[in-house]
């Protein structure tokens, strides 16, 4: 693994049966870098995505997380390398029965390694960082707004300070103000924390605003890996589509936009 690097795939391949899902993927993500993976359905993104949680295995290749294989290395080992990373799943995937402020403490607990009150302190500085108040901490998932959830769950990812986020369609069900703002937060997360990021989506305004590279998967593989001026230039059908209907040139001629603005300044 080299220094860069926080994620390194190696010839991944994802086989149900005889469908195949991914066909000898090489793919690496970088130290302090938004990666976005994108394609269309059935593509494998969700499915990468469970491979590098270690929560799926690949039928073969190899990835290594802070350059440990995730599959050759022992349940203490692959607990110690969860507890470096943090996951907001879509839909948030709160625990129901569990108020917001027990939500966070969940993993803080299972840590068992600091007391209650440490415990108290940490909640009330997660909902802080993720803008809830902390009148909210005794509230159940069943009373939240969809924005609360996703800030909730993301204010859950962070719990044990990690090094690494993965984001699972982080804006989706969002209303577009929500939206907007969920995608300031994350952005303003990744730079005061110092995080590297993978996430999923669909949605183009939440992949231009806030990607430094661009993963597409399509016929099996990863077509193109880089920037998204790069990865708007290849011709591959699928990304045209993508990022030249309506919606994305709408997204892409925003960004266009802002960088004029940034120049003149």
Known sequence: MTAQNIIEIRGLWTQFGDFVVH???????????????????????????RQML???????????????????????ALRHLRNRWGVLFQEGALFSALSVYDNIALPLRELRAVGEDMIRDLVMVKLEMVGIEPRHATKMPAELSGGMIKRIALARALALE??????DEPTAGLD???????????RELHRELNLTVVM???????????SDRVAVLCDQRVEIIGTLDEVVANPHPFIRNFFMGERGRRALEAVKAVRDIMSMT
């Open 200 to 210: 999923v989506t669909h949605d183009l305004d939440t992949l231009v605003a806030l």
């Open 162 to 167: 990690p090094e690494l986020i993965f984001l």
């Open 54 to 76: 270690g929560l799926e295995r690949p039928a073969r290749g190899e990835v290594r997380v802070f350059g440990t294989s995730l599959h050759g290395s022992d349940a203490t």
């Open 176 to 186: 577009p103000d929500r939206s907007e703002s969920f995608v300031t937060l994350i």
């Open 23 to 49: 066909r000898g993927i090489d793919l690496d993500v970088r130290y302090g870098e938004i990666l976005s993976l994108v394609g269309g359905s059935g593509s494998g993104k969700t499915t990468m995505l």
